[in-house]
């Protein structure tokens, strides 16, 4: 092993959703392990440009819209010809709708599912691909849910495509480990996002979800930083197929 197993010095690493909270906060891990960033999404991310060239590392924005897969081959080819080299995929883009089961639409469960599944599969596949083809490998973290283990509430569309983040990890680290790519999940608890903030401003709700997490709080980005820098680095070269849940204790409760 390396002398410093956690260095990601010389890296780039390929983010979807890094404009703002959980895909800014691991960016930012990343970028302070050394990694230079990629950041991919349909809006600008200024501030988290502006907060990795602070660190000294490269960082640039390819403009994508990730509800389909359409893009995932020019995202790939945009990130190696404006830097390089790609070494890190964080699939954390993401999004939600919430309605009863009854009421769901097929258009609630199309447009997460195309986030959060279809385009987070075929951008995994495009590096993936990448990397065979030059016969090297690379580190893939896919972002998880609580909902990967629990069904949860009015979010059915969300429920199925987190379940099937965790088990498209499974799969893809049987079929990839023994190319050198490590494809592993963290799943985050109850973060302050933006996703979550129609739970944080229901006042019974919010307080049912305090009262579980054993910490007695909310996550923010940065409690993310630590795992997602463990699964990127060559200090996780043997872990393939592993989901790292950071919840504040929520799943031991």
Known sequence: ??????????????????????????????????????????SAPDATIEAVTALGRRCIWIEAALDTPAPAQSIVDRALAQLGRIDILINNAGT??????????????DQVMGVNL????????????????????????????MLSFQGGVRVASYTASKSGVLGLTRLLANEWAGKGINVNAIAPGYFATNNTEALRTDEKRNQAILDRIPAGRWGQPDDLGGAVVFLCSAAADYVHGAVLPVDGGWLAR
């Open 118 to 145: 279809k385009t987070l599969f075929f951008l995994a596949q495009a590096v993936a691909r990448h990397w065979s083809a030059n016969a090297r490998g690379g580190k893939i973290v896919n972002i998880a849910s």
């Open 96 to 109: 939600i709708r919430r309605n009863d089961a009854l009421d769901f639409t097929e258009d609630d469960w």
């Open 1 to 42: 092993m390396a002398s410093h197993p956690f260095s990601l010095h010389g890296q780039v690493a390929l983010v979807t959703g890094a404009n703002t909270g959980l895909g800014q906060g691991l960016a930012l891990a990343l970028a302070r392990a050394g990694a230079d960033i990629a950041a991919v999404g349909r």
